[in-house]
């Protein structure tokens, strides 16, 4: 079997062991290729299963590759897959799903926490010695916020929301799913998303959805960055509607540089990264050979089509 990686260059950070990979045949990676490369990279080897994270498999990707039988998006995502041509060619398309459970939700309550805890502002402050300018032992220019009694709402309650769930649980918060009572979840001290982007729900948290939400609410999005309106987030954290945003994905990444979150206060950012640690990079990629043997031994392991 000849096998390509098109893009590896997120996932592979030289941490990587392929050698589940390379079991199942001649394995040629890249850390990235353009439409046009792929094409010629795909073409000059043969390639009859292709791997990629973002690269667009589309029909003319397909048609230039006829030998091309299979197909793994190294993600649990497969938008950029078309999957009326693969159907149409007979291709295998394979998945990586719920790989990310255990990182996004580990993320997602480590934004919580540096803003419940101000962490970035009191670390900053200590290095710019404002900390030894005090008499006493503390140093307190910043209320805290106490998880434990607070109210947490979930917006999507698949297996990330499940997980944020219990972590809420142990830290003795009280939990509301969106899907059960939008009205409760939407008031709760704390608003964690967690749902997939769809056209249903783009821009879903614009200025009525924060209007409905309590005053000083903290809002966490380590879901999609289309989620939200992110001019009325800006606006709310000036405001002071919400005390606190915490996020790991933006509607436009990497961001422009008048992407109004950039400025605004108590805004904690982090670069799309929640799904990052080695060990679950590691797991795509092991899933990623996982369902590719399945697929020469005539299996349908995360099948899509």
């Known amino acids: 079997m000849n096998i390509v990686f098109l893009d590896h260059e997120v996932i592979d950070r030289g941490d990587i062991d392929w050698s589940k990979v390379e079991a ?6 890249y850390a990235h290729s353009t439409k046009e490369e792929g094409i010629r990279r ?10 990629v994270d973002e690269f667009a498999v589309d029909r003319e990707v397909m048609e230039a590759v006829p030998g091309l039988r299979f197909i793994g998006p190294a993600a649990t995502g497969y938008n950029h897959i078309d999957l009326d041509c693969a159907k149409e060619r007979g ?5 990586v799903p719920a790989y990310s459970t255990e990182a996004v939700a580990q993320h997602a309550f480590a ?11 009191f670390d900053a402050d200590i290095h710019a010695g404002k900390w030894t300018e005090e008499t006493g032992c503390a ?12 109210s947490l709402g979930i917006v999507g309650y698949g297996n ?17 799913i969106y899907s059960r009572d939008p009205e409760e979840a939407i008031r709760s001290d704390v608003v964690s998303l967690h749902c997939p982007l769809t056209e249903e729900n783009r821009g879903m948290v614009d200025g009525e959805f924060i209007r409905r939400m309590k005053d000083g609410a903290i809002l966490i ?12 987030v800006a606006e709310a954290l000036r405001s002071g509607k919400l005390s606190g945003f915490g996020a790991d994905v933006l509607s436009t990444e990497p961001p422009s540089p008048d992407n109004p979150l950039l400025t605004a206060p108590r805004c904690v950012l982090t670069p799309h990264i929640a799904f990052t640690p080695v060990e679950i990079r590691q797991l795509v990629i092991d899933i990623c050979a996982d369902n590719l043997r399945s697929f020469m031994e005539g299996g349908d392991l995360n099948r899509i089509v």
């Not at 199942?24 to 990676?29: A, E, F, P, S």
């Open 111 to 121: 934004l919580l926490l540096t803003l419940a805890n101000q962490i970035g502002g």
């Open 221 to 232: 999005n380590t879901a999609r960055g289309g989620l939200l309106d992110e001019e009325a």
């Open 160 to 176: 990330i929301g499940r997980r944020m769930e219990q972590l809420a649980q142990a830290f003795g918060m009280r939990v509301s």
């Open 24 to 29: 199942l045949g001649k394995l040629t990676i």
């Open 139 to 150: 140093y307190t220019p910043r209320p805290l916020l106490l998880l434990h009694g607070k």
């Open 91 to 95: 291709i295998a398309v394979c998945n």
């Open 42 to 51: 795909l073409r000059e080897a043969k390639a009859e299963a292709v791997m």
